[in-house]
């Protein structure tokens, strides 16, 4: 029987992507695990893996098409022995989706009218009744980005529906852990039939503020020719909508430190220049020495390594912390895991290799989403001082600035040294104002005298 390829999920966050290249034609054979596509998400390319086997019996989108929802058809697969189809011969599985998305969208009073002649009294309409139709299930609908997903090939997902198997309930043993036939029939043999679990929406995840009024359109306030037009891409587009959710719906608030990094800066040129040539060289920076200090404090005061939940507060056993990298085409945080058990030149190489490969485009989405705290360090620039928009699920991120001379004040005289100024953003449904300052002292005891780091 003909079954339907959908556009992936391949990060929990993923709404639409780009299908940038086939790797199979029609008629081709493949098997579990063969590649079929290359995927373009809004920050990395990743190979997209089949995970049942048959013949490629029709590409439905082509290569090079953007904006392809997740779990909208992209391709039919055939089961041994049947034949491909061509433009005008599209499996009857495929159509029979067509025609049930068709129907869904005629109004609901239509298609309730002739049962109102029979009943007593009308009954309010619900989702239920057009499942009662013996037409196929239309295709699932890309669920919303805080919408719980599962990962389950289609033949997986109609057995379990047919079995009455609550999918979610199912471990799978697929790639990635994605649930596949096998682990299905191991369900119907064990006896899984937990009921549907309610949807329930995450926090921060809703597409308007009640009481804000949208912005006008900046085309309305210029005349066509003063200006170029240069569309989003994809990740515009996602850093715009993930960081907009973030300033509404995350109660932010700042703290600001001033740290003397005279120390740092004398142990960071002992240790460069007593770095090894050829293989084993490496160079710190001032930013290494930074995410050891965070990864440190954040070990000191736990209360801020945590993520908020509408129901509890996820407390995070290792410092997991995002590296912000400024690419050309706009911003990536990839992440640092367990850096409170690496030493400098460890974490050095790591943030070097995760920025070559995220400019390349080559990271992979658990390389970059997830973690639990987070770094923006625009030292480099020249900045003094700014403030950073917390990257849910984080509950906090440290801006950091340009290390500098100042003037300051010593026992009674004025002297100069490196000052380098920080500030925490913090999410205050987590994070209070004196669990933020304990932070910030602890981080500053770090960064001021890096030996404390080995204690």
Same mark, same amino acid.
């Given at each position: ?124 309409? #619900? $989702? +239920? ?5 013996? %037409? &196929? @299930? *239309? =295709?699932? /609908?890309?669920?919303?980005?805080? !919408? ?37 029939? #191991? $369900? +119907? ?5 937990? %009921? &549907? @679990? *309610? =949807?329930? /929406?995450?926090?921060?995840?809703? !597409? ?248």
């Amino acid at each position: 029987m003909a079954t339907q390829i959908l556009m992936p999920a391949l990060s929990p966050t993923m709404e639409e992507g780009k299908l940038a290249k086939w790797l199979v034609k029609e008629g081709d054979e493949v098997h579990s695990g063969d590649i079929l596509a290359e995927i373009e998400t809004d920050k990395a390319t990743m190979e997209f893996e089949a995970v049942d086997e048959g013949k490629i019996g029709k590409i439905l989108v082509p290569e090079g098409t953007e904006g392809v929802k997740v779990n909208q058809p992209i391709a039919v697969l055939l089961a041994d022995g049947e034949k491909p189809g061509n433009g005008h011969d599209i499996p009857a599985a495929m159509q029979s989706i067509k025609d049930a998305v068709k129907a869904e969208a005629k109004p609901a009073a239509k298609a309730e009218a002739p049962a109102k002649k029979d009943a007593p009294a009308p009954e309010p309409v #619900e $989702a +239920k009744s057009a499942t009662k139709t013996e %037409a &196929p @299930k *239309p =295709a699932p /609908q890309p669920r919303s980005a805080g !919408e719980h997903r599962v990962f389950a090939s289609p033949l997986a997902k109609r057995l379990a529906a047919q079995a009455g198997i609550d999918i979610a309930a199912i471990q799978g043993s697929g790639p990635r852990g994605r649930i596949v036939k096998a682990d299905v029939e #191991e $369900a +119907k043999k064990s006896g899984v039939k937990a %009921a &549907p @679990k *309610p =949807a329930v /929406q995450a926090p921060g995840r809703t !597409e308007t503020v009640t009481g804000i009024a949208p912005l006008p359109d900046a085309r309305l306030f210029y005349k066509p020719d003063d200006y170029t037009e240069i569309p989003h891409d994809s990740m515009r587009k996602s850093i715009a909508k993930r960081l907009t959710t973030s300033k509404a719906l995350i109660p932010h608030f700042y703290l600001t430190i001033d740290c003397n990094i005279d120390q740092l800066l004398e142990a960071r040129a002992r240790l460069n220049a007593a770095a090894p040539k050829g293989e084993g060289a490496y160079k710190l920076s001032v930013n290494d020495f930074v995410v050891k200090a965070c990864a440190a404090a954040l070990m000191r005061v736990p209360e801020v390594n945590a993520s908020w939940t509408d129901t509890s507060m996820l407390r995070h056993k290792h410092a997991d912390i995002g590296v912000a990298v400024a690419l050309d085409f706009g911003l990536i945080t990839p992440i640092v895991f367990a850096a409170e058990t690496k030493g400098l030149v460890t974490i050095s190489n790591e943030v070097k290799s995760l920025a070559e490969r995220a400019r390349a485009k080559k990271l992979k989405p658990q390389e970059y989403e997830g973690g639990g705290f987070a770094i923006s360090n625009l030292g480099m620039f020249g900045i003094k001082e700014f403030t950073a928009v917390i990257n849910p699920p984080h509950a906090a991120i440290l801006a950091v600035g340009a290390g500098e001379e100042r003037a300051v004040v010593r026992g009674g005289k004025i002297e100069t040294a490196n000052i380098m100024s920080v500030t925490l953003s913090c999410d205050h449904r987590v994070i209070d104002g004196a669990t933020g300052a304990r932070f910030l002292q602890a981080f500053k005891l770090f960064i001021e005298d890096p030996a404390a780091m080995l204690l």
